[in-house]
């Protein structure tokens, strides 16, 4: 195919053109507004100012319509450029969206690309003023790895991201205890390091002394089961099968290549959303294995009044509950309806139930800002006994 | 922002309605056909057969028209798919590639995204029948990591993906050589990893005893400095920081924080494209600190007729080159005008130098799997004195 090729070949020579499309040296932006922190480097738009209002300039003369996701359509001006700005201020945090062309939704090409939403989108990020916490700082620092192991269960090589902290390059005896971490509907491995900086959080709240160094292992729920064409999965069956992995492949595969500590004491589990569920499904059939427990977020659905019989009974024996789980966490965002979760803790709490803590993060919904707080809230409770 | 809140909290239960915009249930993929190998989960297309030919359907029934770059325009049907098959096969190998909807170039929303051509884009891999070394396999993996440090160059915090070798966790005392590996134009510190697949590579030829453990480093050549909105940035200015860079705040962050050998015996350097130009331009003035060279596709700027001269004379001295270089490696790609480059090694061998590897891949093009190729050669030729 001679013409890919020589297109190809020269891809290099045209990128400037290509990459030009959605620039224009002539706009000035407006001012006290800046880039969103998830545009790739030099893109202007989408912005924010200081009060979290948005604002959006989208290149596309032969358009008959562009839109937002959960914002709604642009307005085309004369020069082929599409605008929108927010008319309230956006509540902080990170929120993912993407541009709808003429009907069809996709990243925006402007953007660094995340796995939310089920595939590939863009996210916007309000910026928090106690965001510090998750932003890279002059301490040490560990790693995100990617760790490749084979899973009988699902006939497939997989990985999964494995954060070490920075002292683990040089303590050669030492072993760590792990944290077993899990992302939400519609996301995959790579939400709790690239939406959650989850290696700025641990590592800054390591420097500060707050957090025992640990290993956190950030793997695949499977959740993207329900992207297949497989139309007929029921909720059910979304990641069913992580729980086994979990327990049979993950875990003795971290164990094998990392120097971990094995007992129960020193395991955790924790997950936002769907992944919380996946956490309670997991930690309270096995307390043997689990003795922190954290859902962000998630466990919403069980009903206060059936604390008794939920999960064969884990709850009921009190007693039991409070010597094996050290912590089980529960926390959410404020603006997300938190009713739920709180009366779940309170339920918890009035049931006997001594490790319970509940956390409500101030201002923020169902996104990765919550999630953050929450692990910062969590991680200092871990692996203290 | 009310609505963008509501919006947002019922984002995990409104995707399978997102992500469903482009599958199909009734729609059965034609025979003998198998869905690119980087499509996310679950996405029929784009559809590759084993001669290479390329199949594409993608759901747009308000766009006016689409395209696939490098391709041409689809065919809209009457149910709202655009179809396109490619008239011929196409070359093996790793294609970066967008969908153009009504003139709006992005990356499909069915792919699995890469930063290519100055954004993220997607990728159509037509498999090469000898692909099985940079695919994983069950021999011992090594890390791919990203490891953050400052640039006072720059000011800015900056993040390398580091290589190490399975072996790397559990020797304790050993040290190792270090190649650092460029990528070219448009792309950036995430290429060598996820287009280039060099941690299956490096595993694979590690495994089978061809390859010396080592550590690689793949960082961003700063390339991207052409896609903000200095338009009058020249070529010369393209990543011209990048060699302090790496001479002064690479090298010794990682002889710093990583198990290194760092005599000039141990330290390679290599890249592809733009990243080979980079390569001569930071070894060629420093080989009291190289020893190992490799260009893949790229150099070919360079004027056979002035290899005394070039480099402030680096290939003129042949006695101290024969001595310092231990492999000066030229690769190239067959369909990718392989001429200046043939003629550059000849010129090199002709003037007596000895310790010059051509390398002509068969049938690739200006693509990562050309470079793939490159890599599997030139890794076994590092770190043998």
């Known amino acids: 195919m001679k013409k890919l090729l020589l297109m190809a070949a020269t891809a290099a020579l045209m990128y400037p053109l290509c990459a030009a499309a ?9 001012a006290g ?51 929108y700005v927010s008319p309230e201020p956006e509540t902080v945090g990170f929120h993912y969206y993407q541009m709808i062309i003429d009907g069809v939704s996709v990243a925006d ?16 990020e309000i910026p ?24 009988e269960i699902r006939s497939e090589w997989r990985r999964c991201f494995v954060y070490t902290p920075a002292e683990y390059e040089t303590s050669a005896g030492k072993r760590y205890p792990v944290l077993y971490l899990q992302h939400g509907m519609a996301e995959d491995e790579t939400a709790w390091w690239r939406q959650g ?56 595969h971290i164990e094998a290549n990392f120097r971990t500590l094995t ?51 884990a709850f009921a024996d009190v007693k039991r509950f409070n010597r094996d789980v050290h912590t089980l966490f529960l926390g959410i965002g404020s603006e997300e309806n938190p009713g739920r979760v709180r009366s779940l803790a309170d339920g918890l709490k009035t049931a006997g139930l001594t490790n319970v803590v509940y956390y409500e993060s101030p201002g923020t919904a169902h996104e990765f800002l919550t999630w953050r707080r929450c692990l910062r809230e969590f991680v200092p409770l871990l692996f203290r006994k």
Chains 1, 2 share one sequence.
């Open 22 to 30: 959605q620039h224009d040296v002539a706009h000035t932006p407006p």
């Open 33 to 83: 507004t800046f880039p969103n922190e998830h545009n790739i480097h030099g893109a202007e738009y989408p912005r924010v100012d200081a009060e979290g209002h948005t604002y959006w300039r989208f290149y596309a003369p032969d358009a008959q319509k562009v839109e937002i996701s959960f914002r709604g359509p642009m307005t085309k001006q004369a020069d082929g450029w599409w605008t």
């Open 109 to 124: 090409p402007n953007g660094i690309p995340f796995f939310g939403m089920g595939k590939w989108v863009s996210g916007i």
């Open 128 to 151: 928090d003023r106690e965001g510090d916490y998750f932003r890279e700082k002059d301490v040490p620092h560990g790693y995100i790895r990617e760790s490749w192991y084979y899973s």
């Open 197 to 252: 900086r989850t290696n700025f959080i641990m590592d800054n709240l390591i420097a500060e002394g707050v957090a025992a160094p640990m290993i956190v292992v950030m793997d695949s729920g499977n959740i993207e089961v329900a992207f297949n064409q497989r139309r007929d999965v029921s909720r059910a069956e979304y990641g069913a099968d992580f729980t086994p992995i979990l327990l049979t492949e993950i875990i003795p």
């Open 263 to 313: 007992d129960r004491d020193n395991r955790a589990m924790a997950g936002l959303s769907w992944g919380g569920f996946q956490t309670f499904n997991t930690t309270l059939p096995n307390l043997d294995k689990f003795s922190y427990i954290g859902s962000f977020s998630g466990a919403a659905s069980i009903n206060p009044a059936e604390l008794s019989t939920v999960y064969n009974g």
